[in-house]
């Protein structure tokens, strides 16, 4: 029959190596003292103490309540300082009035236009090659290197009576300084980057191939985005819209330059709180303001169920 030393032993049917059955093999290996050792000792080395994370979490705490519960206290607390009655009177006056619709519309009018940009720009950066791909990038993230009164300053030079298309817009009685079309025209500039933002790096992680096999079963180019790239990104998008709804409507820089301050024309919301408060009528303009944070605080709840349920679907 030959050296029997050469053929590999055989188990009977009843038996069976460690190596056959990984969880008796785990359970083999954590019982050996070497890992009884390291595990004894994992605690110690991976954990901070307790007197660290509770100093941690005060100081968090502490930060949080100084820099974003206390300012909130204060406002609402100047706002009702003299009464309920006067609150409802300064919202319900015509200039805040006036304030509270030009704020809401250029929301409606800015958020819109950011989610094409938006859309079309991720899509574009992230689905294709093109030359100048870089330099779109780049471009996309200019509002946030450029401050917003330098941005307003650019659109006065442009389309302001002394601008470079001044004297057309006024031959043709157009007008778009001190006017709504600049107030929307300055806000677009410093949101457009929010929707974009979001979604470029959603949509590189995905990659193209649902796209590609979307189109490869007959699909055409709307009915891919609608069924398979929009379900995809609807989270992140759902993100970049309440950022840039966010800074919409508190934007203050950029419009204080092409507003004008027109009560009751080109005076949103900031500027209304700005200007109650340089004429010393400190309750209404934290009325004003208070109703903003309201505002503000509703868009936070969004955002905390949008990122919720996108971690529930993860």
């Known amino acids: 029959m030959g050296d029997r030393s050469r053929f590999p032993r055989i188990s009977p049917p009843n038996?069976?190596?460690p190596h056959d059955n990984p969880s008796a093999l785990a359970s083999a290996i954590a019982t050996t003292p070497a890992t009884r050792a390291a595990r004894a000792a994992l605690p110690r080395a991976t954990r901070d103490p307790a007197w660290a994370r509770w100093l941690l979490i005060g100081v968090a705490l502490v930060f949080l309540a100084f820099f974003l519960v206390l300012p909130l206290v204060?406002?609402?607390?100047?706002?009702?300082?003299?009464?309920?009655?006067?609150?409802?009177?300064?919202i319900k006056e015509p200039d805040a009035l006036a304030a509270i619709r030009l704020t809401l519309l250029t929301v409606a009018l800015v958020v819109p236009a950011n989610v094409v940009f938006g859309i079309a720009a991720a899509w574009a950066i992230a689905k294709f090659r093109f030359p100048g791909k870089s330099l779109l990038t780049t471009l996309i993230d200019l509002p946030f290197a450029?401050?917003?009164?330098?941005?307003?300053?650019v659109y006065v030079l442009v389309?302001?009576?002394?601008?470079?298309?001044?004297p057309f817009l006024i031959a043709h009685n157009i007008r778009i300084i001190f006017a709504v079309p600049g107030i929307v025209l300055a806000t677009?500039?410093?949101?457009?980057?929010?929707v974009a933002r979001e979604l470029i790096p959603l949509m590189q992680a995905q990659g193209t191939d649902e796209e590609y096999s979307a189109?490869?079963?007959?699909?055409?180019?709307?009915q891919t985005f609608w069924r398979v790239t929009l379900p995809n990104i609807r989270w992140g998008l759902f993100y970049g819209v309440i950022l840039c709804n966010a800074r919409a409507m508190g934007?203050?820089?950029?419009?204080s330059v092409v507003s004008g301050h027109i009560r009751g024309?080109?005076?949103?919301?900031?500027?209304?709180?700005?200007?109650?408060?340089?004429?010393?009528?400190?309750?209404?303009?934290?009325?004003v303001a208070s109703l903003l944070a309201l505002l503000a605080l509703a868009t936070l709840v969004v955002k905390s169920v949008v990122e919720w349920r996108q971690t529930r679907t993860a």
Do not use: C, D, R
């Open 251 to 255: 934007e203050f820089g950029a419009v």
């Open 188 to 194: 677009a500039f410093v949101t457009f980057p929010f």
């Open 265 to 287: 024309e080109t005076n949103t919301m900031p500027l209304h709180v700005e200007i109650l408060y340089n004429e010393y009528n400190i309750a209404g303009a934290f009325a």
């Open 15 to 17: 038996q069976h190596s």
């Open 74 to 90: 204060v406002v609402f607390a100047e706002a009702l300082s003299k009464g309920g009655s006067f609150f409802l009177a300064a």
């Open 159 to 166: 389309f302001g009576a002394q601008g470079w298309l001044g």
């Open 146 to 153: 450029v401050s917003p009164v330098i941005s307003g300053l």
């Open 215 to 222: 189109v490869t079963l007959g699909a055409s180019g709307w």
